[in-house]
């Protein structure tokens, strides 16, 4: 039972580069999520997923898109990097976003130069 | 829009000691869940506690437990007998039961001194 695989764990871009952070569970979950964590900031929210071929808007969306078109994966796209999308990207799972447990990923540290 | 606020961003203890860190939180909701989680260096996520607002037991979970003041919307985590392994970012977090978005605060970075 592999959990929430994250890849990749690294990655530098160039601004203006394009990129996809993918994201897998195996636990049959129904909501993922995806939040980035920078420094005083604590963890915000980018985008989330209540079921397959349904995702809304977090808090921090703008230059990232999603999709969920199967149960198991939620990849988030970065269509044009910026220096400001230099952060930690998490991705967690949850059987129900109502008071269950989060199933983190191993997070992924993004640079953008 | 929901607000969780820890206002300590920086905390540390004597090993064996006993620490309290606060949260936070604005919500005009009656029914909703506070969590803490913790990340350790490396960088992993690990729930620590859970508390349901409409159980007024604090929750308890061996050297940690709450302390839940739904008046005053204050979510504090206390951990006793403080171990050197206890060394992580804590963050609380909260979601209203009406909602889908779990907010987070801005961390308390704890140190464990031996």
């Known amino acids: 039972n592999a959990g929430v695989t994250q890849t990749p764990k690294f990655q530098v871009l160039k601004t203006g580069q394009s990129m996809t952070l993918q994201c897998a569970q195996d636990m049959n979950h129904e909501y993922m999520s995806w939040y980035r964590q920078d420094p005083g900031m604590g963890l915000r929210l980018i985008h989330y997923?209540?079921?397959?071929?349904?995702?809304d808007q977090g808090e921090v969306p703008n230059g990232y898109n999603v999709s969920r078109s199967t149960t198991e994966d939620f990849p988030l796209r970065l269509l044009s990097a910026a220096p400001s999308q230099t952060s930690v990207y998490f991705c967690?799972?949850?059987?129900?976003?109502?008071?269950?447990?989060?199933?983190f990923g191993s997070g992924t540290q993004l640079s953008v130069l | 829009a929901q607000t969780v606020t820890q206002s300590q961003p920086e905390m540390s203890v004597q090993e064996a000691e006993t620490v309290t860190l606060s949260c936070t939180y604005d919500t005009s909701e009656n029914n909703y869940y506070l969590f803490w989680y913790k990340q350790p260096p490396s960088r992993q996520m690990i729930l620590v506690i859970r508390?349901?607002?409409?159980?007024?037991q604090n929750a308890t979970e061996n050297r940690f437990s709450v302390n839940f003041q739904k008046a005053a919307k204050s979510f504090s985590l206390k951990i006793s007998d403080s171990q050197l392994g206890d060394t992580a970012m804590y963050f609380c977090a909260f979601i209203e039961t009406s909602g889908s978005r779990l907010t987070f605060g801005e961390g308390t970075q704890l140190t464990v001194n031996p």
């Open positions: 997923s209540v079921g397959a071929g349904i995702t």
């Open positions: 967690a799972s949850s059987y129900s976003i109502f008071g269950e447990k989060l199933f």
């Open positions: 508390q349901e607002a409409y159980k007024q």
